[in-house]
C-alpha cells in the first residue's frame, strides 16, 4: 500500500516547495482558478496592499474600472491625496469585508450609514472614506452631496465590470453600536470624536468574514451573473490593535481569520480564486526580505515578486514594476509605500 | 525704458496698440518681434537671445517688427511675451464632467469636485504651463506673460474642430470665467516663483459667456501682410484690445506710473 503523500508534485512538500527554492524565488505558488484577461473590466478595492494589485493590472494593460477618473493631466501624487486613482472609485481604503458589502447596500439604496458626516476642525468629511477630502468639506450637506455623487458613479461602474478584485485587510473595526455601520478607521483618527457610548471595537470572526463576502458576491451578481473574484489577504501587519492584545497577535489572528475565510471562499465557489501574495509575501524563504525597516510595509521588490507571480499565471509578462529582477535596488527602508493608508496614522498615537 | 514684445501673431494687437500712444511716451522705447505660423516654435531662447538660431532658416520663418532673427532680451528693461498658452483644453475638459463646489452651477455634471481639489488641480495645471527654465529666474529684464485672449464670441457659430472647446467654455458662461480666475490666480503665483508676472485679459472685454466681445475682434490685422484680417478669424483682436493691455501693463505690472495719452485714430491703421 502506496502513502496518499508519495509521488505528489514538488510543491507539495516543504523541502522542494519552500527549503530548496531561491530566497526570492516565488515558485508556483500560485496557480490560477480562472483566466484573467486584459478584456475583463476589472474593479479593485480593499486595504492599501490593494492599491498595488490596481496600479500592477493597469501598468501591465488590463483594464481597470475607474468609476471616478481624476483629469489625465493631474499628477498621480494629487490625485491620490484626493482618493483618485487608488481603486476603481473614491471609496478610500476597505480595510474589512463588512465596509465593503454595506457600501454595496447602500448604493443599492438598502441601507444608510450612520452618522455619515464627521467634523474634522471646522470642516466636515465623509465618514465612509474621510481621507478622500484631506481639506474636509465646508459643511455636511456638501458631504453628502459629495457623496451621492459617488454612488451614482459606484453603481454605473460595478453594473459593468466582469471581474472584482478585493484584498482583504484587517478584522478589527470600529461600528456604530445602535446600527451597526462600520467605519474605515476609528473615529478620532483622521476626523470625527471617539464617544463609547456611540461607537464599539468589533473584531469580525471568520465566519462573519465570510458571511459578509458571500452575500457581497451575492449581491455584485445580481448586476452581473457572470462575475467573477479575486481575492487576497493583505500581508501588510496591523499598525495597532485595540484588542488588548499584543500586536503581533493580534496581527496574526486577524490575518489568520482573514486568510482561513479566503481559503473556504475560494474552495466554496468556483468563480472565486485566491491569489497567495499573503504567503508569498511573509515566506520563510525571503526572510523578511520583502518588509523594510519598519518591518510592516510591503518593499518595492516585494511587490514586484508577487505581482510578478500574478501577472506570469495569467501569462502576460511582467511590467518593470512587477519584475523583481528588474525592480531597483532598494535600501531597508525602500518601503512601497507610496500608498494612502488610514490605518498607518494610527502609528502617531503611540506613546 | 526698453521694452521687447515678443509672441506670435496675436503681437499685433499690442503693436496696433502701441502705435495709438507711442508719440506720447517717448521715454518708453518699444520693440516688436512676433512670428506667426508654426515655425514660431522652432525660436529658442539662449544665453537670452530670442529668435531664430538655427543656421538655416526654417522655411516659414518670418519676424515682423524687427529687422534681424533674434533679439537680445537681456538688454531690455522688460519683456511681455504675447501669445501664451495656459491651458484652457484642460479648464474645458474638467467643467465638462465637475460641477465645481462654490461655482456657479449650470448644467448638470456627472461628478462633484471640491474646492480644495480643485484648487489642487489647477495648481498642478499651473505648474504643466510653467514656460522652460530658461524663461525663469532672470534677473535682468522683467518678463511678463499674456495669455492669448479668448475668441471673440463670433467663434460659436464655427463648425471648426479648434473652437469646439470654446464653445464648450462658453456654455458654462459665469462658470467658466469664475473657473478661470481661479486657474489664473494658481498660475500667476506659479509664476510669481519664478520672478515671472501675468498680464490677464483685461475684464473690460470679456462677453458674459467668457469669450470675447466681437467688437475687439473688429479691426484686427495681419501685420505680415499688413491687411485686416478675415471675417471668420476670430481670435484675433484689435487696437483697442492691446490699448487696454497696454494700460494694465504699465500700470499694474511695470509699476511705472505711465500716462497714456488720449489715442490719435489717425495712427490706428499705421503701417508697422
Known amino acids: 500500500m502506496t502513502s496518499p ?233 496591523l499598525t495597532a490593535t485595540a484588542s488588548g492584545k499584543h500586536v503581533e497577535v493580534a496581527t496574526t489572528y486577524s490575518k489568520s481569520v482573514l486568510r482561513a475565510a479566503c481559503g473556504m471562499l475560494a474552495d466554496q465557489f468556483q468563480n472565486v480564486d485566491y491569489f497567495p501574495s499573503y504567503e508569498l509575501i511573509t515566506s520563510q524563504t525571503a526572510r523578511g526580505a520583502y518588509y523594510s525597516g519598519n518591518l510592516r510595509s510591503v518593499t518595492h521588490t516585494g511587490v514586484a515578486a508577487a505581482m510578478g507571480l500574478f501577472l506570469r499565471a495569467h501569462g502576460i509578462a511582467p511590467t518593470n514594476a512587477a519584475h523583481p529582477k528588474r525592480a531597483r535596488a532598494e535600501t531597508a527602508d525602500d518601503a512601497a509605500d507610496d500608498l494612502v493608508c488610514e490605518d498607518a496614522l494610527l502609528e502617531a498615537f503611540a506613546k | 525704458m526698453k521694452i521687447a514684445v515678443i509672441g506670435t501673431s496675436h503681437v499685433a494687437m499690442i503693436k496696433l496698440g502701441w502705435d495709438l500712444i507711442l508719440t506720447g511716451l517717448p521715454e518708453i522705447d518699444m520693440a516688436f518681434f512676433s512670428s506667426p505660423g508654426k515655425s514660431a516654435r522652432t525660436r529658442k531662447l ?92 532672470w534677473t535682468g529684464p522683467r518678463l511678463t506673460l499674456q495669455p492669448h485672449p479668448n475668441p471673440n464670441v463670433r467663434c460659436l457659430s464655427s463648425p471648426r474642430e479648434k473652437f469646439q472647446r470654446w464653445q464648450t467654455l462658453a456654455a458654462h458662461g459665469a462658470t467658466y470665467l469664475a473657473a478661470r480666475d481661479i486657474y489664473l490666480d494658481h498660475f500667476e503665483t506659479a509664476l510669481g516663483q519664478h520672478g515671472i508676472a501675468l498680464l490677464r485679459q483685461p475684464a473690460e472685454t470679456f462677453a458674459p459667456n467668457g469669450l470675447t466681445l466681437a467688437s475687439y475682434g473688429k479691426g484686427a490685422m495681419d501685420l505680415h501682410k499688413n491687411v485686416p484680417l478675415d471675417e471668420d478669424d476670430y481670435v484675433h483682436m484689435n487696437a483697442e484690445f492691446g490699448l487696454l493691455s497696454l494700460e494694465q501693463y504699465f500700470t499694474k505690472v511695470i509699476g511705472a506710473p505711465v500716462h497714456l495719452p488720449t489715442p490719435s485714430p489717425l495712427n490706428s491703421m499705421k503701417e508697422v
Open chain 2, 46 to 137: 539662449i544665453n537670452m537671445v530670442f529668435g531664430y538660431h538655427a543656421v538655416v532658416p526654417h522655411p516659414d520663418e518670418i519676424v515682423i517688427g524687427h529687422d534681424a532673427r533674434t533679439i537680445d532680451l537681456g538688454a531690455q528693461d522688460a519683456v511681455l511675451q504675447v501669445g501664451y498658452v495656459t491651458g484652457e483644453v484642460e479648464l474645458a475638459s474638467l467643467l465638462e464632467r465637475f460641477a465645481i463646489d462654490g461655482l456657479p452651477a449650470t448644467v448638470e455634471k456627472p461628478f462633484r469636485l471640491s474646492r480644495p481639489a480643485f484648487d489642487a488641480f489647477c495648481a498642478n495645471l499651473a505648474q504643466r504651463y510653467l514656460p522652460p527654465p530658461e524663461w525663469r529666474g
Open chain 1, 5 to 237: 503523500y508519495e509521488g505528489l508534485d514538488p510543491r507539495a512538500y516543504w523541502r522542494s516547495g519552500v527549503a530548496d527554492r531561491d530566497p526570492l524565488d516565488p515558485g508556483d505558488l500560485y496557480q490560477r482558478g480562472f483566466a484573467i484577461t486584459r478584456k475583463m473590466r476589472i474593479a479593485t478595492a480593499g486595504s492599501c496592499f490593494a492599491q498595488h494589485i490596481g496600479r500592477t493590472l493597469k501598468q501591465a494593460g488590463f483594464s481597470i474600472v475607474d468609476a471616478e477618473p481624476a483629469p489625465e493631466w493631474v499628477t498621480d501624487d494629487v490625485a491620490h491625496s484626493f482618493g483618485y486613482r487608488l481603486f476603481s472609485g473614491r471609496y478610500g481604503n476597505i480595510y474589512t469585508a463588512r465596509q465593503m458589502l454595506q457600501l454595496v447596500q447602500e448604493i443599492r439604496g438598502d441601507v444608510t450609514p450612520a452618522l455619515p458626516v464627521w467634523p474634522m476642525g471646522d470642516r466636515f468629511v465623509d465618514a465612509q472614506r474621510p481621507g478622500v477630502e484631506p481639506h474636509g468639506l465646508p459643511d455636511a450637506d456638501a458631504v453628502l452631496a459629495h457623496r451621492a455623487t459617488h454612488l451614482a458613479a459606484l453603481e454605473q461602474a460595478f453594473r459593468n465590470i466582469d471581474l472584482f478584485v478585493f484584498t482583504f485587510g484587517l478584522t478589527e473595526s470600529w461600528v456604530h453600536r445602535d446600527t451597526g455601520t462600520v467605519y474605515p478607521t476609528a473615529p478620532g483618527t483622521i476626523a470625527g470624536t471617539f464617544d463609547p457610548e456611540i461607537f464599539a471595537f468589533k473584531n469580525f470572526t471568520m465566519n462573519e468574514v465570510r458571511q459578509d463576502f458571500v452575500a457581497l458576491r451575492r449581491l455584485l451578481m445580481e448586476w452581473n451573473p457572470k462575475l467573477k473574484f479575486l481575492i487576497t489577504v493583505s500581508p501588510v501587519p
